[in-house]
């Protein structure tokens, strides 16, 4: 039951408790997710400024003067494992995730809220380890690929050993999600009718309990091999280092999907309460996370079609490959067949929606040139690749974040953005994205290389135009982000219950929801989509 | 896991009985369960590296392998058996609110883990008396054959990482011990003894599959 506080306030999950204790020990979901989001964006901002520093040097042909090659590739590789396992992996489940998956389900809690807070500590303590390898930076790129990592200098120890350690936040979580999502649904709440964030949410948690502990191994072999001079990777002791790559990639090709999958729940969210409709093909949507989780297991080697593996299963995982595009292609479909003859509503949320529909088929449609062997041979290594999968992780699981972030706001703060500076955002974000990386699709078809610190002079009107549009993205997101973090800390505008009339269960309650989430726990009668259509009970009252 | 409720902390209380305990107890036994499977891939990448440099080296593995004591390796299996049937005894003694019997069976499940350890050290001090490990100059030059190193790289990997789970397992017990000591099992709650003893049966399983692999088909 709720409690009035002697300023008359309502109580909620932000004031019932207060001081940094109450939040360094806290078991509820909310808060976890809330330490995540703020911690995950600091890492976010860091690597984004490693990324412009880059930017900065390919500006003009020739060396800037700002840093050496090698500092350069420290960079690269910086960003990379920076972006990857400390921000963009355990991105939306830890975030919007753990905010939202008991809200949608009808729960109070998480299935394991001792095992969620040590999650977000593991996932500190991997991250404070990354921080310390900075010390004596990396220079292989994120995917640590072998014999370099094993030749190179000390610091590959401790950053994939960071690695290694938020894997095992990651596995928790995931694990964590998946009991919660079998265990703890409201009376009422079936499968059929779960929310298709949870659906995501799910398909998700099952790819980072099952691939997760592949890589893990992988990084354990690794720093086995480099600290007691093993030879499991190493040709010169016998070892095999295109073992590294099938291990690395059969966990980090599904890894793409932990990514994408939530920010298909978030849009899936997001369409049908701006077009006030039913989404269209529920279970379609529903599978289709399935289909991709599970198809997405089976396509790893086509990161190595040039790694020397035999032209019979390069041509297998082309194939497999291409079909991953038909579930992604169904959700796309659907996604505008919601929005079809809807009453839309062009709020930030539904903004960042439809430029994530046709960002992501920019980058679905790229990823059918790479996984097409004769192309692929030409398009390897070069900015082809580095656009395609910017458009996928930037442009799709970002993007995805930032929608949802700006979607949920009202429910997590109680308080209302300033619409105004978040769609000035959202074009600077949207505008700066795609000039940063239309250029680097015609410059990878031109043949420039990936990870390379300079250029021929011929390319400098394309990089030019690339960095400025990198600048004018890195401002839309400060700008986006400082506009939330104003407005949690100092906003004004209190939100309601439910501002964008959804029907799904976390917006039937209180805006910062209560402690328990619920007063009551709901009674849930009819799927969460039924916009326009008689109701059939009491179900979200 | 548990439901014990914690009235006096202030700190942001837990969302006691979140659940009901029949729900708690089965999320706790998939939860396990999902964890085991993750276990298994954890030890699945290192199946497929040995598949991969058997097939390579067939030949060298063969030899290799007969350097390892098949007499204590058999010896170890039968001892984690023994340790397994013994945490399946403390599941049921649970069940049947017999803290007693729980100390009692678990003391047992330890004392052959220990065994396992002792006898996995001679092993490994056998190894190392013959220059047999990775850090040795001699066996890392490269006059010493590759195939040799990467059998024992293996070898040392895989029974290395299944040695730190017998440990972690061993603490995971001691732990259920203390609760047991305390009397906390009924029949209507024994879930840490279950998932204990389910995490217990993986180390051993996985012993199972380690132990022909390494020292009878090489």
New interface residues.
């Given amino acids: 039951m709720s409690t009035a506080t002697a300023t008359g306030e309502k109580k909620n999950y932000l004031n019932e408790h207060t001081g940094i204790w109450s939040w360094i020990y806290t078991l509820d979901h909310k808060r976890i997710g809330i330490m995540y989001t703020v911690t995950l964006f600091m890492f976010f901002f860091t690597a984004g400024i490693f990324a412009l520093l880059m930017r900065y040097e390919l500006m003009h042909a020739g060396p800037s003067g700002l840093m050496t090659p090698d500092q350069y590739n420290q960079l690269f590789t910086l960003h990379g494992a920076i972006m990857v396992f400390l921000f963009i992996v355990p991105g939306i489940p830890a975030t919007l995730g753990n905010f939202l998956i008991p809200l949608m389900i009808g729960a109070k809690d998480v299935a394991f809220p001792r095992l969620n807070l040590l999650s977000y500590y593991i996932y500190v303590a991997g991250a404070i380890m990354a921080l310390v390898a900075l010390s004596s930076p990396v220079d292989t790129g994120w995917t640590f690929y072998t014999p370099y990592s094993i030749q190179t200098g000390q610091g590959v120890v401790l950053m994939t050993g960071a690695a290694f350690v938020l894997g095992f936040s990651s596995i928790l979580t995931g694990l964590n999600f998946v009991v919660t999502i079998h265990k703890l649904r409201a009376p009422g709440m079936t499968w059929m009718r779960l929310p298709l964030f949870i659906w995501a949410a799910y398909a998700t948690a099952a790819i980072q309990v099952l691939a997760t502990p592949v890589v893990g191994i992988n990084l354990f072999l690794l720093i086995i091999e480099r600290t007691m001079g093993i030879g499991i990777f190493d040709p010169k002791l016998g070892g095999d280092p295109v073992l590294f790559q099938h291990l690395f990639w059969f966990y980090s090709h599904p890894v793409v999907y932990i990514m994408i999958l939530p920010a298909f729940g978030i849009i899936a969210e997001i369409i049908p309460v701006f077009s006030q409709k039913p989404i269209f093909g529920y279970k379609a949507v529903a599978f289709a996370s399935l289909a991709i989780a599970l198809i997405g297991f089976f396509v790893w080697a086509h990161h190595m079609f040039l790694s020397g593996i035999s032209d019979t299963s390069a041509a297998f995982f082309s194939i497999i490959t291409f079909a991953v595009a038909i579930p992604t292609a169904v959700k796309v479909f659907n996604w505008v067949s919601t929005m079809y003859r809807g009453s839309i509503r062009l709020d930030t949320p539904m903004l960042y929606a439809i430029s994530f529909i046709f960002i992501f088929m920019v980058a679905g449609t790229t990823g059918i040139y790479l996984a097409t062997l004769g192309v692929d041979i030409f398009y390897h290594d070069t900015y082809f690749v580095v656009a395609h999968f910017h458009y996928t992780m930037q442009g799709g699981a970002v993007i995805g974040m930032i929608a949802g972030l700006h979607f949920w706001f009202p429910k997590m703060s109680g308080k209302m953005y300033s619409e105004t500076t978040a769609k000035i955002a959202f074009i600077l974000i949207f505008v700066g994205f795609n000039m940063t990386f239309v250029p680097q699709f015609v410059l990878g078809m031109h043949g420039m290389p990936r990870r390379y610190f300079d250029y021929p002079p011929e390319f400098e009107s394309l990089h030019f135009a690339s960095t400025i549009g990198a600048f004018a993205n890195g401002l839309g997101y400060a700008l986006a982000i400082l506009n939330l973090a104003y407005t949690a800390l100092f906003g004004k505008t209190k939100a309601g219950r439910n501002p964008y009339n959804s029907l799904s269960l976390e917006w039937q309650t209180d805006s910062p929801p209560i402690h328990d989430n619920f007063e009551v726990t709901p009674i849930v009668t009819d799927w969460t989509y039924g916009y326009g259509e008689p109701i059939k009970g009491q179900s979200h009252h | 896991?548990s439901h014990h409720a914690e009235v006096t902390d202030?700190?942001?209380?837990?969302?006691v009985h979140?659940?009901d305990s029949t729900?708690a107890y089965?999320?706790?036994k998939?939860?396990m369960w999902?964890?085991l499977?993750?276990?298994i891939?954890?030890?699945?990448?290192?199946f497929?590296?040995f598949a991969?440099?058997r097939w390579?080296?067939l030949e060298e593995f063969h030899h290799a392998s007969k350097h390892l004591n098949v007499w204590m390796g058999g010896t170890n299996t039968i001892v984690l058996i023994i340790s397994s049937y013994f945490a399946a005894m403390a599941v049921d003694a649970a069940q049947h609110g017999d803290n007693k019997k729980v100390v009692r069976n678990l003391t047992v499940t330890i004392i052959c883990a220990c065994g396992f350890l002792v006898i996995k050290y001679f092993e490994y001090s056998s190894k190392y008396h013959h220059g047999l490990f990775?850090?040795n100059p001699e066996f890392?030059s490269p006059e010493f054959n590759?195939?040799y190193?990467?059998f024992?790289?293996?070898y040392?990997?895989m029974t290395g990482?299944h040695a730190l789970h017998v440990i972690i397992g061993m603490c995971l017990l001691g732990w259920v011990i203390s609760l047991a000591r305390k009397n906390r099992f009924s029949g209507r709650y024994y879930t840490p003894v279950e998932v204990g003893a389910l995490y217990w049966h993986l180390v051993d399983l996985i012993w199972i599959y380690l132990f022909p692999l390494l020292y009878l088909v090489g």
């Fill in positions: 896991m202030p700190q942001g209380p837990p969302h979140h659940m729900t089965q999320a706790a998939f939860g999902l964890f499977a993750t276990e891939l954890l030890f699945g990448g290192l497929c590296a991969l440099f390579t080296y990775p850090l890392n590759k195939a190193q990467s024992f790289a293996l040392y990997c990482l």
